[in-house]
């Protein structure tokens, strides 16, 4: 076949192949070769039932704040992570109200969430399913899971990208925690105001003149937003706003807070990343086929286009590309998430690490996403990761810096190199060159 009818042959089927342009019921995560709800998980919950379903009756009757605690240890979760939310976004929504609000907790690798009296949801990572979803009911009986796996979860959970993921939302709530009707509720992204993020959570740790949504309750949307709105609402602890005996700590930190909507984005880009991708791969034999190439020619077409625009789309979270900007003198707190978060620092020979903070202008000191250490990114399919890492790499070197690497000084994108060039495994041949 001539190279340019070739060319036009690949340039015309990268539309048919790419995922997410078919016209199809079913969603592509529950297709070929992902099957994301027929397929069996294989994540840190299901170690945590191979290895306690037989002791899974004495765990359900612990009391429930032991209980929480077992399971936050044996996912490593740190108790220092946690947040509250208010508003009635959960699937157990008729448990939360401003009394009584939802308690999260997070680490890189797994979030826990418990409605007070209601069963934990848990969110963990599967290398070839994504972001996978539990319900830990302390009703169940002694047969069933300790850990049982929800498909329920993704009436909400799907909707990023059409890919199993996680939601941080801001909305408008009422008095209940009932997101006002038609109100501006919306997604949390990097680029979200501070002043816009955070309506139906509480947060503590706050001081003036930084503004934002939390705390605070409503009776229509200019109570929210406008020349109307009311004042921030700073809180130092929560006592006397919830009954703080019912949880772990009297905190809803704003660290924490921030480090959770970073890290939701970063998780949801690779999930989504990890899934387009080997969709991609697993149409890639019948593109070879079509275009009469050797069974050993590397993917072409469909396949590159889908890896350059996620490489670029994983490169542009973990830089932290268009965040926020924040108030002047930067954001204070109690240091607790701090201390925990630093407990798992990999430093290089200088001392420096990716989990550094900075918390004046910005959360992190050097702004590469601790996440690039994790399951999520060590398991994108070999060469996707290759790619974002070898460009990474070029750009972090490159000066002048290109526009996507321009919002990094010329002495941070050399520390950033250093790092990883010392702490991350498994780096490809060219990297450094």
Same mark, same amino acid.
């Given at each position: 076949?001539?190279?340019?009818?070739?060319?036009?042959?690949?340039?015309?089927?990268?539309?048919?192949?790419?995922?997410?342009?078919?016209?199809?019921?079913?969603?592509?995560?529950?297709?070929?070769?992902?099957?994301?709800?027929?397929?069996?998980?294989?994540?840190?919950?299901?170690?945590?039932?191979?290895?306690?379903?037989?002791?899974?009756?004495?765990?359900?009757?612990?009391?429930?704040?032991?209980?929480?605690?077992?399971?936050?240890?044996?996912?490593?979760?740190?108790?220092?992570?946690?947040?509250?939310?208010?508003?009635?976004?959960?699937?157990?929504?008729?448990?939360?109200?401003?009394?009584?609000?939802?308690?999260?907790?997070?680490?890189? $690798?797994?979030?826990? =969430? @418990?409605? #007070? /009296? *209601?069963?934990?949801?848990?969110?963990?990572?599967? +290398? !070839? &399913?994504?972001?996978?979803?539990?319900?830990?009911?302390?009703?169940?009986?002694?047969?069933?899971?300790?850990?049982?796996?929800?498909?329920?979860?993704?009436?909400?959970?799907?909707?990023?990208?059409?890919?199993?993921?996680?939601?941080?939302?801001?909305?408008?709530?009422?008095?209940?925690?009932?997101?006002?009707?038609?109100?501006?509720?919306?997604?949390?992204?990097?680029?979200?105001?501070?002043? $816009?993020?955070?309506? =139906? @959570?509480? #947060? /503590? *740790?706050?001081?003036?003149?930084?503004?934002?949504? +939390? !705390? &605070?309750?409503?009776?229509?949307?200019?109570?929210?937003?406008?020349?109307?709105?009311?004042?921030?609402?700073?809180?130092?602890?929560?006592?006397?706003?919830?009954?703080?005996?019912?949880?772990?700590?009297?905190?809803?930190?704003?660290?924490?807070?921030?480090?959770?909507?970073?890290?939701?984005?970063?998780?949801?880009?690779?999930?989504?990343?990890?899934?387009?991708?080997?969709?991609?791969?697993?149409?890639?034999?019948?593109?070879?086929?079509?275009? *009469?190439?050797?069974?050993?020619?590397?993917?072409?077409?469909?396949?590159?286009?889908?890896?350059?625009?996620?490489?670029?789309?994983?490169?542009?979270?973990?830089?932290?590309?268009?965040?926020?900007?924040?108030?002047?003198?930067?954001?204070?707190?109690?240091?607790?998430?701090?201390?925990?978060?630093?407990?798992?620092?990999?430093?290089?020979?200088?001392?420096?690490?990716?989990?550094?903070?900075?918390?004046?202008?910005?959360?992190?000191?050097?702004?590469?996403?601790?996440?690039?250490?994790?399951?999520?990114?060590?398991?994108?399919?070999?060469?996707?990761?290759?790619?974002?890492?070898?460009?990474?790499?070029?750009?972090?070197?490159?000066?002048?810096?290109?526009?996507?690497?321009?919002?990094?000084?010329?002495?941070?994108?050399?520390?950033?190199?250093?790092?990883?060039?010392?702490?991350?495994?498994?780096?490809?041949?060219?990297?450094?060159?």
């Amino acid at each position: 076949m001539p190279s340019s009818l070739r060319l036009l042959l690949v340039v015309g089927l990268t539309g048919l192949l790419t995922p997410g342009t078919q016209a199809q019921q079913a969603e592509p995560f529950e297709e070929p070769p992902i099957n994301y709800s027929a397929t069996q998980t294989n994540d840190r919950a299901t170690a945590i039932n191979a290895a306690f379903q037989s002791r899974a009756d004495e765990i359900r009757s612990m009391p429930a704040k032991k209980r929480l605690k077992w399971l936050l240890d044996e996912l490593g979760v740190p108790v220092e992570s946690q947040l509250l939310v208010f508003s009635k976004t959960s699937m157990q929504r008729d448990l939360i109200n401003p009394e009584t609000p939802r308690v999260l907790y997070f680490s890189d $690798e797994a979030y826990v =969430g @418990w409605s #007070v /009296t *209601g069963s934990f949801e848990v969110a963990v990572f599967d +290398a !070839n &399913l994504g972001t996978t979803f539990y319900l830990f009911d302390q009703h169940a009986t002694k047969n069933e899971p300790l850990l049982e796996r929800s498909g329920d979860c993704l009436l909400c959970h799907s909707r990023h990208e059409h890919t199993p993921t996680l939601r941080t939302r801001s909305t408008y709530p009422d008095g209940n925690g009932e997101p006002l009707s038609g109100s501006g509720g919306a997604n949390i992204a990097p680029s979200t105001p501070l002043a $816009e993020r955070w309506g =139906g @959570w509480y #947060v /503590t *740790g706050t001081k003036a003149p930084f503004e934002h949504r +939390a !705390n &605070l309750t409503g009776k229509k949307a200019d109570d929210f937003e406008g020349p109307n709105a009311l004042p921030t609402r700073n809180l130092a602890t929560l006592d006397g706003v919830v009954d703080t005996h019912r949880y772990l700590l009297k905190t809803s930190d704003v660290i924490p807070m921030l480090m959770h909507d970073h890290q939701v984005h970063v998780h949801n880009v690779l999930s989504t990343a990890n899934q387009d991708a080997r969709i991609a791969l697993h149409r890639w034999p019948a593109m070879r086929e079509i275009l *009469g190439l050797p069974k050993d020619a590397p993917p072409q077409g469909s396949c590159v286009v889908v890896f350059d625009s996620q490489a670029e789309k994983i490169l542009d979270a973990l830089l932290c590309r268009d965040e926020a900007a924040w108030p002047s003198g930067g954001i204070q707190s109690d240091g607790v998430f701090a201390s925990a978060y630093a407990k798992t620092r990999k430093p290089d020979a200088r001392g420096r690490s990716l989990r550094d903070l900075d918390l004046q202008t910005r959360l992190f000191r050097y702004r590469c996403s601790p996440l690039i250490y994790s399951q999520g990114f060590a398991t994108l399919p070999r060469e996707l990761r290759d790619i974002v890492l070898l460009r990474l790499s070029s750009g972090l070197r490159a000066f002048p810096p290109s526009p996507s690497f321009g919002h990094l000084a010329d002495a941070e994108r050399v520390a950033i190199h250093e790092i990883l060039t010392q702490t991350m495994p498994d780096l490809p041949a060219g990297w450094g060159k």
